[in-house]
DNA sequence: ATATTCTTCGGACAGGACGACAAAGAAAGT
DNA sequence: ACTTTCTTTGTCGTCCTGTCCGAAGAATAT
């Protein structure tokens, strides 16, 4: 009698939930399919394409497009900065933390789904409050990662910083994402110009000439 | 009777054709709108209202939506190129080029159309061949900008270059791309600091400390 | 086996956008 | 006034998409 509906499941209950993973397989395959048609192009038949499911099962799992692609968006955004988070969390030297970082902050290639994403939905920030937080989220996140590291090599003596480390976390983020449009776009700039770019300025801010790309130590 | 079409024009030609100056409102109202309701969902309804005409109009102007977006995002980039380039021959002195330019790469605030298309058209580069030409024309144009603000200040003296004069352009041009996104969107960073951080580096760069925020060169 | 609940499917439906078309309207020459 | 050409408009048909919905299928407890 108490709590009928969560403790009285005698007889009922009779298939047990086990929406997460469809759920995550239509995440997935939604973003293959914004990346391969563009965010703007993408309709709910290519995600059930993609899945190998027909349309009505993703109509089933989410109430609609937007929401399912606010949930893309958000997971990208996780995905990406845990990922790199991680990645400096493996690295004790501030210097290789943040050649680390500055590595795995561009994308590896044009097809880099990760963050062939973030930059679909670049545009939506403007329009929709949710995916202006998300978008901030991405940035705060990026922004902490940066300055933690540059704070502590400072603070260690490694780095003799040339201006705020606010100043360079926030350059270092800017470059990053610039760069990363131009390796994701078509814009014919190679990822390898890209990092020696970024790594150029992360030697000229930290007055460390060892990250300098010229020094074998950053882009190698 | 030799050339009919073209050169018998006695009493042909009643009504003369004045499409352009049709076809450059309708570009106009298509800026507008795009920037409104954002590029993915602009119709030509919205540009026929914005432009106060019927639907049919438009299309009796342009064949489709996407010869219409490609006119306006070409537009858009020549516009914002000149007006820039203009900016710097306006100056003598390579610092005051080089202060003009930056600020004038950032948009004015989040309303700010002529940036604000250049960023809705952003993604397409990567699925359109015709808008990665005209992205790739808009960073060439940018960074030629640059280059020759930074070699010539480096040629007179003014400036001392720590790094490649390449890799200092290019870097201005993504840290503006960048933080001309986050101004236009709704990331909450106000142009003020964005251009702090703008002239931050520059000072760096070109080992120029009038340059700094701090100083009141520049962004005072 | 059977009942119960969860999951999937595909068709029917409505809504909206685009493109075509033809007629009306405007501007200039004769 | 009349003709010719250019411009605009409104409507219609077509196509496509997202959503709804009922039925079929699958998984588990009894």
Redesign the pocket.
């Known amino acids: 009698m108490f709590f009928r509906h969560t403790t009285d499941a005698?007889?009922?209950?009779?298939?047990?939930?086990?929406?997460d993973a469809?759920r995550e397989a239509l995440l997935q395959a939604a973003g293959v399919a914004i990346q391969r048609r563009g965010l703007h192009a993408t309709?709910?038949?290519d995600i059930a394409d993609q899945a190998g499911?027909?349309?009505?099962?993703v109509?089933?799992?989410f109430r609609?497009?937007d929401e399912l692609f606010r949930l893309v968006f958000a997971q990208a955004v996780d995905r990406f900065c845990t990922q790199r988070e991680r990645e400096a969390a493996a690295h004790e030297d501030p210097r290789d933390q943040l050649a680390a970082v500055l590595r795995h902050g561009l994308p590896t290639g044009p097809d880099d789904q990760l963050c062939c994403l973030l930059y679909e939905f670049s545009p939506h920030a403007r329009h929709r409050d949710s995916d202006a937080q998300l978008r901030r989220e991405l940035y705060e996140r990026q922004l902490h990662l940066y300055r933690d590291v540059l704070t502590r090599g400072h603070a260690s003596g490694r780095f003799d910083l040339r201006r705020p480390a606010e100043e360079i976390a926030a350059n270092l983020v800017a470059l990053e994402d610039a760069y990363g449009y131009h390796v994701i776009a078509r814009t014919f700039m190679p990822r390898q110009q890209a990092e020696e770019h970024l790594f150029g300025y992360a030697a000229l801010a930290t007055a460390d000439p060892s990250l300098a790309p010229e020094n074998h130590y950053g882009p190698g």
């Open positions: 005698r007889n009922l209950l009779a298939r047990p939930k086990r929406q469809r309709r709910v038949r499911v027909a349309a009505g099962t109509t089933y799992y609609d497009l």
